[in-house]
């Protein structure tokens, strides 16, 4: 298999994070994947923001499930982008997407919009979360899921089979060999993030990682050609 290369929050090193025009720079950087972050906002809508707070990315103050849409859609989330819901990123790329549900409770509503747009082959849904996965795969038949984590313990991939993920996105500094090779055996395949440099992604090449999250889309280029 490919390594493949995921766009974080699009291509937030140079690009607004989690705005659509990051993730539209992604699919012209030939991203395999678009990472992206959702959180519910107060009237329901699947808003796409890494933080439960907007005060980071945005000019406004307070959690985002505080907000409805018409609120969030006030905030400039960067050169002028506004805080995007998931259908729009949905119809402004067509490449596939990783969700990272950061709120539990967005998993139902994540599961309707997956249905009702029969998005099973074109999104992977990724969580912190175990229950956040275990919930998505019973209310999308075939779901692509995959576990994150930046530090674990020795049952990472034990609670990765449990919910029936496929994948672990890994903080690529704390991976070890072992894991790895202990993943592939039982069938996973292994992402580290963030890999921004030359040094991570020959160590994510020398830890034989499936792929990388990366916030720059030159990671792409270097990574074919790194051994």
């Known amino acids: ?17 989690n705005t659509l025009r990051s993730f539209i720079h992604a699919e012209e950087a ?18 796409v923001m890494h933080d439960a707070e907007v005060d980071r990315t945005t000019d406004g103050k307070g959690p985002i499930a505080d907000k409805t849409l018409s609120e969030l859609r006030e905030l400039d989330a960067g050169q002028g982008e506004r805080v995007p819901v998931f259908e729009e990123v949905l119809d402004a790329v067509r490449s596939p997407l990783q969700a990272e549900i950061k709120d539990v409770a967005a998993a139902r509503t994540l599961a309707e919009v997956m249905r009702r747009r029969d998005l099973v082959d074109r999104v992977e849904v990724i969580s912190f979360h175990d229950e956040a996965i275990a919930e998505i795969a019973q209310l999308v038949p075939g779901v692509r899921t995959a576990l994150v984590a930046s530090r674990w313990g020795n049952d990472v991939v034990d609670r990765a089979k449990a919910v029936g993920a496929t994948r672990l996105v ?37 830890l034989g990682l499936d792929g990388a999250t990366t916030d720059f889309p030159e990671i792409r280029r270097a990574g074919r050609f790194t051994a």
């Open 1 to 17: 298999m490919s390594f493949l290369t995921i766009g974080h929050r699009g291509v937030m090193g140079v690009e607004p994070e």
């Open 30 to 47: 030939g991203m395999d994947l678009i990472e992206l972050d959702l959180h519910l906002s107060k009237d329901g809508a699947l808003a």
């Open 170 to 206: 890994l903080n690529v500094r704390r991976i070890t060999l072992e894991l790895v090779e202990r993943a592939h055996s039982e069938g996973l395949t292994v992402v580290g993030w963030v890999v921004n440099t030359q040094d991570h992604l020959r160590l994510a090449r020398g």
